[in-house]
Every structure is written in C-alpha cells, then in structure tokens.
C-alpha cells in the first residue's frame, strides 16, 4: 500500500484530482470508479475546474458507481445517481449513458447485480477505482463480516452507517438500510485503486485498514493484497497510525526517486 499523508483536505482533493487527470491523459477511455458521499465532494469539484480550465476531458472515459441505495430511482434526490449527476457528470463532459450507478429500483436487484458485474467485464475492468472509508472500516458498503470475495449483491447497512448517513436526509424522509454495492472481490479487480480519508472520525478504521490484520471485520483492510492501492489521508484521519514516520520517509523517497 501507498500511504500519502497530506496536510489539509484540500491537498488530499488535489492529489486525488491529480490522479485522474493522470489517467485519462494517458488514456482518454478509462474506465473510472466512482463513489458518493462527503469525502469526494471537494475531489469532484477540482476535477470540474480542471476540466473547466481545460486539463483534462472525459469525453471518452466511462465510469461505474460503488454503489446505490436500494429502494430509491435515480430521480430520487438522496439517490447516489442523482447525487452523481448533480455534484459532477453535469458539470464535465462525460456522456450520461456512458455513466453507470446500480440501480436501485430494479424489479430484480440480483439480476440487477449480476449485470453490472458483467457490465464491468465487458468494459474491460476498472482503471481508477476512487474510494471513500466507512468509520467502520466498509468500503462501498461492504459491511464489517463482508466476505473479502464478495461480488455486487444486496447488502444490509449496519445502524452506524444507517446514522452516518442520516445527515443527508430530511427528518421524516425514507432512508433505505439496504443497498446495491460493488462487491470487495469486484472492487479488488480494479487496477489502481486510490482510497481517500479525511477527518478524525476515519482515524480508527484508518488504523486498522493499514496497521491491523487483513479481516472481514474491517473490509479496508483487504487493500492490503492488492497490488497498486494508494491511501490519501489528512493529517487527522492519519492520527492513529503508529508508522507514520516511516510511510512519510517511503514517500520521500518515491518523490526522489521520481525526480519530483
Ligand atoms: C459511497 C461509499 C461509502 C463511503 C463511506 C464514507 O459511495 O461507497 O463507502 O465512501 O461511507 O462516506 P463519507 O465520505 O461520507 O464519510
């Protein structure tokens, strides 16, 4: 693992924004993966302005969502497809039916899920998987005791992640606890994938992706068998690692051994 730690959250957005425009320079039909949330939000809006500056196109990319809640359309204003539309694909100039996010009002989920799979297959597989960390360690939402095989499927949300997310919903507005995700298997065919954790409230699940055992118990931690995955911390989300030091000192290195 890659591990980066970075001052402020807007140089972990820069450095994020800094990995796609990379990636869709050298190759202008990456597949990209995408997450929701609160963690991307300010990566979304550096890449907007890149593109609005004239950086970077993603006329030819393609892009798959970790994930959607289960019971809502994509109209729907606390759908991860709207969200998606709203915060980025809007305002760049992806094509929409290049854009998938699983679909949450399917009449058959689980045909549902196996289709994305194959969709992602047939894409030729995910260049640039981007990932934000519950602070119980899940990724998509891979609960703790996902199988670390996992394909996309339905999942049930722990009451944490359920509360979690309650900020972005009205008081008395249906909050689904179940979802469409990504699979950690599917997440793991990615070729590169780039988790980004800012705040101290990751510091915990941070900890224990980087420093504790690879375990169901923390779905991040499986990032530790994947060859080409880059953690992009704040200083307080890093707070609980015990190496710090050393990672800083790998970083260093790299930077020299790059020329930069
Ligand atoms: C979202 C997703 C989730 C979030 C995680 C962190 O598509 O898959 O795993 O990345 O819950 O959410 P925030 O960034 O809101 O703290």
Known sequence: ?????????EAVANYGADQFVARLQKKPQ??????TGSTP????????????????????????????????DGDHPQSYRHFMNAELFSQIDIDLAHTQVPDGAADDPLAACEAYETAI???????????GIGRNGHIGFNEPSSSLASRTR??????DTVEANKRFFKPDEFQPNLAITMGIGTIMEARHILLLATG??????????VEGPVAARCPASILQMHPRATLVLDRAAARGLKDVDFYEYIERENQRLLGG
């Open 200 to 209: 101290e409230s990751k510091a915990e699940a941070i900890r224990e992706a």
């Open 1 to 9: 693992m890659q591990i980066v730690i970075l001052d402020t959250p």
């Open 41 to 72: 939000i300010a990566l979304y809006r550096e890449l907007i302005r890149r593109y609005q500056a004239g950086d970077v196109s993603f006329a030819q990319a393609r892009s798959f969502n970790l994930d959607e809640y289960l019971g809502l």
């Open 121 to 131: 297959k047939n894409a030729g597989l995910i260049d640039l998987q981007l990932l």
């Open 30 to 35: 990456a597949v990209l993966g995408l997450a």
């Open 154 to 159: 339905v999942k049930t949300l722990t009451p």
